[in-house]
């Protein structure tokens, strides 16, 4: 759906918008929306904190009202500050660290001195105000040396705009309420989607890796019970002794964070096995402290998990790794190359039924997180070598797949946020004219309409 542009425009003497409607009027936050900023009590003032008066943070503003806050200040704080009480059906505008969020207070409330309160008592309709303050008051920031945009309560107090009467303020409200419903509606759908798609790619790769690729083939009783069936040919065994060589990480004072050097040898932990890149990450140690660490030194090949923090996550070692060592909170492993394909073991490990698991041990055992004695005791489903292949290879062209939906998916909702985005940017600064809209008699299935004409 397209919408029409206004019939006449006049120069607005903005550099970023050129023209606005004829008849929309000059406004200035100053002259014509009252707000007022709030304030935070010194931190080392208990007292100040030990009350029952509602206080706003930017916590509080995650949904689109704020009915309680989960701090709350004194009437000794309000009375040595003088804090100005910010009425019910005033609306919040955050301006500091994360700006833009938006909410309507349904309480009578103070708010800190990130938040400015637009109070319900002025000539503009707050429905409105909702969109088009995210459009101006940022542009009238300052900007940081990284970028950021600064905000004070003179700097909102300055900012300039134009805008219709009343009337039309709320009927480009009311427009823009549908309409980004109706976006927000497939947003949430592609959201869906994702999710589903990761659902299934879990339960998928879980059958594969637990019950094999052949759904003809017998099966009999592992003898395990969280892992029930498995194929009849398969074998199941203790991992420890299907490995040729084990170590866990550094323990103690042998590597510290004073240890590491700006450059030297790698250090591997976490956030390389967590996101399965090996590339990222600036830990080293010096060639001294390499020599005395070789029993923890990677090879290709090796399968890595996690024991401590994030538990349970699995990386093989790629080929061309720069040479480095294990930290703390990891565990290597060699698997016996004639009996296990590394890969295979990694896509296990990571499968629903051992994930789920892994969890139960951890929080089973005496010290936080997994140990080599929890691993070395779980008992691993092993097809035949080839079998395993084959799996690993099914897996990969399954990730190739399921990686581009969900990209599609995620696509999908990048486009719906700019066209959004686009849509209320279009409104506010009349390069669409809405005075014409109406709702639809029914509710449709969600269905996009957005302004082509921005």
Wanted: with cysteine; net charge negative.
């Amino acid at each position: 759906m397209t919408f029409p542009a206004y019939p006449e425009y006049k120069p607005s003497g903005f550099d970023w918008l050129p023209e606005v409607p004829a008849h929309w009027m000059d406004r200035k936050i100053a002259r014509d929306i009252p707000f007022v900023v709030g304030w935070t009590p010194p931190s080392g003032k208990d007292e100040y904190y030990d009350g029952d008066l509602p206080w706003v943070t930017i916590a509080d503003m995650t949904q689109m009202t704020v009915e309680d806050t989960k701090s709350k200040i004194s009437h000794l704080a309000v009375r040595d500050k003088g804090a100005k009480v910010v009425p019910a059906g005033s609306m919040l505008f955050s301006f500091k660290l994360s700006v833009g969020k938006i909410a309507f207070l349904t309480i009578d409330s103070y708010t800190n001195e990130a938040i400015a309160g637009f109070l319900p008592c002025g000539p503009l309709d707050l429905e409105y105000w909702k969109y088009a303050a995210p459009e101006f008051i940022p542009r009238y920031g300052r900007e940081n040396i990284y970028g950021a945009t600064l905000l004070n309560q003179e700097l909102i107090s300055s900012v300039r705009f134009f805008a219709p009467a009343r009337v039309e303020q709320t009927q480009i409200a009311r427009f823009l309420d549908h309409e980004t419903a109706r976006i927000d509606a497939l947003i949430e759908e592609q959201q869906r989607l994702i999710e589903l798609l990761k659902e299934k790619r879990q339960a998928v790769i879980s059958h594969a890796v637990t019950k094999g690729l052949d759904p003809t083939v017998p099966m009999k009783d592992s003898g395990v019970e969280w892992l029930g069936e498995v194929p009849a040919h398969w074998s199941v065994s203790p991992l420890k002794f299907l490995v040729d060589e084990k170590v866990a990480g550094p323990y103690g004072a042998s590597l510290t964070k004073a240890m590491y050097t700006d450059s030297g040898y790698r250090v591997y932990g976490q956030q390389q096995v967590i996101s399965d890149d090996f590339s990222i990450g600036d830990y080293y140690i010096s060639e001294e402290k390499f020599s005395e660490m070789q029993r923890y030194v990677v090879f290709p090949g090796d399968v890595l998990i996690s024991v401590m923090g994030t538990i349970g996550r699995v990386s093989v070692v790629p080929v061309g790794v720069e040479v480095g060592i294990i930290n703390p909170r990891l565990v290597r492993y060699k698997f016996a190359q004639r009996k296990v394909v590394p890969e295979f073991v990694k896509i296990l490990l990571m499968s629903l039924r051992y994930q789920s698991r892994l969890r139960e041990e951890s929080q089973g055992s005496t010290m936080e997180g997994l140990n080599m004695v929890i691993l070395g005791d779980l008992p691993l489903v092993l097809p035949p070598l080839d079998e395993q292949l084959s799996i690993v290879a099914f897996v990969k062209a399954y990730d190739f797949s399921f990686n581009e939906l969900v990209e599609q998916a995620e696509s999908a909702v990048g486009l719906l946020q700019e066209r959004r985005f686009a849509l209320i940017s279009a409104a506010v600064t009349g390069k669409i004219d809405v005075r014409g809209w109406q709702p639809p008699a029914s509710t449709q299935a969600p269905e996009l309409a957005v302004a082509e004409a921005v």
